[in-house]
T-cell receptor, first 112, second 111 residues
């Protein structure tokens, strides 16, 4: 069974540039999560979806970050105007039950 | 709001000696408790998931949960240099399965 797939693996940007991250969850998983993990810290939830609906985006910096999951399958997280403070690994996870929570390998973003 | 703290921040253990990591949380009604391992530039690998008070073993990894003391620990038996990584504790919330994370323990296993 395929796992959670994320792309790209790495991204390097200058401040002010835009970037999009893509996530393909495990087939059948209705819930999809995006986490931000700064260096030497634990992941922090940015947003999560159940099917195509946003359930909680309270931790998403809405002025520059956006996330969509239009058909309830794949998802895209976009940063409009990146800042150095956005440097982190962005992790996608999906689940149907609590027990099958699965992470992708992440996208490492460096903003210079 | 659930808060999760891990200790120590870093730990160096000789190969073959037991390694013990700690995690405290603020809300004992959480759903599930997990230990993950994260090697540099790699994804998160779940090691042990525990729901009930007591002990759960998965190979060389054993988790101990005590909800009354708001504490869960991870013990690694016969650690090897390849076990050197960051170990993260995560607490799952009943309401939405959201994971609340500690900041990690950096474990170094010396040959």
């Amino acid at each position: 069974e395929a796992g959670v797939t994320q792309s790209p693996r790495y991204a390097v940007l200058q401040e002010g540039q835009a970037v999009s991250f893509w996530c393909d969850p495990i087939s059948g998983h209705d819930t999809l999560y995006w986490y931000q993990q700064p260096r030497d810290q634990g992941p922090q939830l940015l947003v999560y979806f159940r099917d195509e609906a946003v359930i909680d985006n309270s931790q998403l910096p809405s002025d520059r970050f956006s996330a969509v999951r239009p058909k309830g399958t794949n998802s895209t997280l976009k940063i409009q105007s990146a800042k150095q403070g956005d440097t982190a690994t962005y992790l996608c996870a999906s689940s149907f039950w609590e027990s099958d929570y699965t992470f992708g390998s992440g996208t490492r973003l460096l903003v210079i | 709001q659930q808060k999760v703290q891990q200790s120590p921040e870093s730990l160096t253990v000789s190969e073959g000696a037991m390694a013990s990591l700690n995690c405290t949380f603020s809300d004992g009604t959480s759903n599930n408790f997990r230990w993950y391992r994260q090697h540099s530039a790699k994804g998160l690998e779940v090691l042990v998931s525990i729901f009930s008070d007591g002990e759960k073993e998965e190979g060389r990894f054993t988790a101990h949960l005590n909800r009354a003391n708001l504490h869960v620990s991870l013990h690694i038996r016969e650690p090897q240099p390849s076990d050197s990584a960051v170990y993260l504790c995560a607490v799952s919330m009943y309401s939405n399965y959201q994971l609340i994370w500690g900041s990690g323990t950096k474990l170094i296993i010396k040959p």
